[in-house]
């Protein structure tokens, strides 16, 4: 999460372990709980990409509320854009949300508002202002049930100024009754730079969350209802707490006003109101008239329909996925985008709660050469050798010298050294020699020495045994290991080499079907046994492998013979070696 977020995130959870009504048994988890979490958390900056697991990510700002932050996910070159809550829209102290500089694959965006439309910034903030104006003008009260945090901040920061443009309002006060918004008020003075151009420049000359013309107010017992005010109390849908506690005492004045100024969710007492009935209830269970004005001035910090249209149009994601809206409203809006990007390759879902989605993307898997491999650009159709290093989704090729400069790994070497007993003329073993390998050079050194295709040395350093010397890799060693059955074969001192045509009557019977198809799952993925063949998978070629005759049927020329050379190294290493 971003810095402000793990601010606020302490101050929220620990206002619900104070505000909860529950048992400690039955709550989900206490103080010490989120004590234990936040050393858990790791902070990432807007723009900074960070790597888990070879999955990729980085943040853009969401101007929902401070710290608010959309993730772009890179799995494998598919990227996932999940917005969250975002608001395109710059109000007083939060940037709008950011534009990714490119397309997702899929876009996970919220439906709050649907195919609603929000009245324009100015015109919403002179209806705010001018109610207020009116009521207490009218020695009237004004409610203002509103969460905590984001919209609060920017409803306090419209009326801090319009009182200090309105001297003859200076004697009504503005009363915030929450908490929570006053140690909220803390962390916003805190994070000034995260905040909009607006609220940097004011900071200059004085903090703008330093209010002049507001009061904190703790509880009711502390609050003089003796003439005009205004209280900006939570919670924001008045189902309890002091916002509630003043609308019981207020609702039933003509004088009095509510003003809603963001989303409520169906079943709240915010929610029943907006429809003006005749009569509530009352905390108390009794029922009285609503006589109170009551107003409806959206400040909600979630994108409407425009908003959300012109942000899916600028970054065209072929894959649109609706998520936190009602139901109705999210279907409304699935079929307004469905409409108005018809004539493109666009889909739209709505999945309900727990649905799962599934999505197939084709990614072609590319290796990027690096280092001394990338020095120098290869002609076309010449062929680029060098280690191939995977790390998470993504692949690399560079040569040996380089695996410790690009990753944590590091390279060796093996010298391996093997006598062999022969007693038998040297000009004879390297004729031998020359007849199976073309490169036999004969080296001037202390002892009769031999170099076989460049790598392995035959040096006769005694009169009834020779030494090999080679540089183990794969090459080498089936070099060597030519050279060894070579000689053992020909020296008659030694013991003879061949392969068994029977198993090993030693131990149990060697189940070579399980061994084969073992190996074959190392080194292709998915293989299957069906009527004793297996079937071998890959990228969608299949091939049919009949183990016990070593034939392929598979029509991709490429992969039949990797599984034939593959099932000759098996069947060489399988078969026993008797002495």
């Not at 996970?108 to 202002?129: D, M, N, W």
């Not at 280092?371 to 690399?396: C, D, I, M, N, W």
Request: glycine letters at 6%; charged letters at 20%; hydrophobic letters at 40%.
């Amino acid at each position: 999460m971003t810095h402000a977020t793990k601010a606020i995130y302490k101050l929220l959870l620990s206002d619900y372990v104070k505000v909860s009504k529950v048992s400690v048994e039955d709550m989900l988890f206490d103080e010490q709980d989120i004590l234990r979490t936040m050393d858990k958390i790791e902070v990432i900056d807007f723009h900074q990409t960070m790597e888990v697991n070879g999955i990729r990510f980085w943040c853009y700002t969401a101007g929902h509320v401070l710290g608010a932050a959309m993730f772009m996910v890179d799995i494998a070159g598919v990227r996932v854009l999940y917005t969250g809550d975002y608001s395109r829209e710059e109000d007083r102290h939060l940037r709008a949300a950011e534009t990714p500089q490119f397309s997702p694959d899929v876009c996970i965006i919220e439906s709050t508002y649907g195919v609603q439309l929000h009245q324009p910034r100015a015109i919403r903030e002179k209806r705010f202002t001018d109610v207020i104006h009116n009521v207490v003008s009218q020695g009237g009260r004004v409610l203002i049930p509103a969460f905590a945090l984001g919209r609060a901040q920017e409803l306090l920061l419209i009326l801090d100024e319009y009182w200090a443009g309105h001297p003859e309002l200076h004697n009504v006060p503005i009363y915030y009754a929450s908490p929570l918004a006053k140690r909220c008020l803390a962390v916003y003075q805190t994070y000034i730079n995260a905040m909009n151009d607006r609220i940097r420049t004011q900071f200059e000359g004085s903090n703008p969350f330093d209010f002049k013309h507001i009061m904190p107010l703790k509880s009711i017992e502390n609050f003089e209802d003796d003439g005009p005010s205004v209280v900006m109390a939570s919670p924001g849908g008045l189902q309890s707490g002091l916002s509630r506690q003043l609308f019981d005492i207020w609702c039933q004045d003509k004088k009095n006003a509510c003003i809603i100024p963001g989303y409520v969710v169906e079943g709240t007492l915010a929610k029943t109101i907006m429809n003006e009935p005749k009569d509530v209830t009352l905390m108390s269970g009794l029922q009285a008239p609503l006589n109170m004005q009551v107003h409806y001035i959206s400040f909600s910090a979630h994108a409407d329909f425009s908003q959300t249209s012109a942000f899916l149009n600028e970054l065209q994601p072929p894959n649109i996925i609706l998520v936190h809206g009602e139901a109705n409203e999210m279907g409304r809006l699935k079929q307004k985008l469905m409409t108005q990007f018809a004539d493109q390759n666009i889909r739209v879902l709505s999945p309900k709660n727990c649905q799962t989605v599934e999505m197939h993307f084709n990614a072609e898997k590319t290796a990027k050469a690096i280092g001394r491999l990338a020095e120098k650009t290869p002609e076309v159709g010449s062929q680029v050798g060098g280690l191939l290093v995977r790390k998470g989704f993504t692949y690399q090729i560079m040569a040996p010298e380089d695996l410790h400069v690009f990753t944590q790994l590091s390279t060796g070497t093996v010298t391996q050294r093997l006598s062999i007993p022969y007693k038998g003329a040297f000009t004879v073993l390297r004729h031998r020699l020359q007849q199976l390998y073309e490169g036999v050079e004969t080296l001037n050194e202390d002892v009769p020495t031999l170099k076989v295709h460049g790598k392995v040395l035959v040096k006769q350093v005694g009169m009834d045994y020779v030494v090999l010397q080679w540089v183990s890799d794969p090459i080498t060693d089936m070099v060597s290991d030519s050279i060894i059955a070579m000689m053992m074969n020909f020296n008659p001192e030694s013991p003879k080499m061949k392969t068994s045509d029977v198993e090993s009557t030693e131990g149990k019977a060697v189940d070579t079907s399980k061994i084969v198809q073992s190996l074959l799952v190392s080194l292709f993925g998915d293989v299957k046994e069906l009527d004793g063949k297996l079937i071998v998978s890959v990228d969608g070629v299949v091939a049919n492998v009949d183990h016990t005759s070593n034939t392929v049927d598979c029509e991709n020329e490429n992969l039949r013979e990797r599984i034939k050379v593959a099932l000759r190294r098996m069947e060489i290493a399988i078969k026993p070696v008797r002495m």
